[in-house]
């Protein structure tokens, strides 16, 4: 991963980080836990603009390779993510999104998203007690926020209060203080997109509660080095098989086992692209990650990636050597 930052003032700096494999951008955001699967080829590195200022932090991402992705938000914080590009497959907590949808995540929510090349999108988030003192000075209605819940609009009109947050971070990178200059337009978009009685609210649906299952499913058995069987997440999440299956093919568009498979599979990629020293094997990377057919792995690799997996290691070793080097 690389990371560009421009000095913004005192206590403002924008980073831009460019990730060529899925372990990417996470505690780039103050607040937001990003875990991510990589599930394919791309056509380069995914690119995130953060700006972060005094409990206000504007997002600009473009997603160059194919995720899977699932995110929490901290317990004190207001999420608004805008998709201003997205190609046929983008669905964000089981909707099928387009241009222009907004989603607000209240604090303590989880995302989960299908994101193929292609995707762009813009964030803003806020701390409550930042968006509390926001609405107070500019006379706004106290937000109405409910914890763990997420609500989506519609398509978004460009003519939307959110056109400040479109026109500040669609397109090229701004500066740090062109953005300095649109606080108050990111907090006043916030306490719009907060959401009123037109606005869908995804609550005891069964997309939560699939979210809910999948969500128990990762934390449970993330730390594991081989794939959970269907009996063992039943067991561990208190459902039966058909609504394990039902709630990973409504969350990712895959079953319990496929997912697991393409997890380990991003998970070795990563742990590749990180392996500069030359005592790492690709043997060793398969085998601490429950790969005992070497051929197998090779293969669902190369298929997956468009690269065999000693090339993905070569090159993170010829990056190493370079850096050495310079």
Not at 33 to 50: A, E
Not at 193 to 198: F, M, Q, R, S, Y
Not at 272 to 297: C, E, I, K, P
């Amino acid at each position: 991963m690389t990371i560009v930052e421009e000095p913004g003032g005192a206590d403002t700096i924008t980073r831009t980080l460019l990730a060529r494999d899925a372990d990417t951008y996470s505690g780039a955001l103050p607040g937001i836990q990003l875990d991510v699967t990589r599930t394919g080829v791309g056509f380069g590195p995914n690119v995130t603009s953060v700006w972060n200022d005094d409990g206000v932090s504007l997002a600009s991402a473009r997603v160059q390779f194919p995720v899977l992705g699932y995110t929490t938000t901290a317990d004190d914080l207001i999420v608004a993510a805008v998709v201003t590009r997205a190609p046929p497959g983008t669905r964000w907590c089981e909707v099928d999104v387009q241009p222009g949808t907004v989603l607000v995540y209240g604090p303590g929510a989880d995302h989960t998203g299908i994101s193929p090349a292609g995707v762009q999108y813009s964030l803003v988030t806020v701390t409550l007690p930042v968006l509390e003192a926001a609405a107070e000075d500019l006379r706004w209605p106290r937000p109405h926020i409910e914890r763990g819940h997420v609500h989506v609009t519609a398509h978004l009109p460009r003519k939307h209060a959110l056109a400040p947050l479109l026109d500040a971070l669609d397109g090229e990178t701004p500066s740090a203080g062109s953005l300095m200059a649109r606080r108050e337009d990111a907090l006043h978009t916030v306490l719009t997109a907060l959401p009123g009685p037109d606005q869908a609210r995804l609550r005891g649906s069964r997309r939560i509660n699939s979210r809910q299952v999948v969500a128990a499913c990762i934390e449970a058995f993330d730390a594991r080095d081989a794939d959970p069987s269907v009996r063992v997440m039943c067991r561990a999440v208190n459902v039966s098989e058909r609504r394990l299956r039902d709630a990973f093919v409504d969350t990712f568009d895959l079953s319990p086992k496929r997912y697991w498979q393409l997890r380990r599979l991003s998970e070795a990629r990563d742990e590749l692209a990180r392996s500069t020293v030359r005592a790492a094997t690709v043997q060793r990377v398969a085998l601490d990650l429950g790969f005992g057919h070497m051929g197998r792995f090779a293969h669902a690799y190369e298929k997956r990636f468009g690269e065999k997996p000693s090339e993905t290691l070569a090159t993170a070793r010829d990056a190493g050597h370079h850096a050495e080097c310079g």
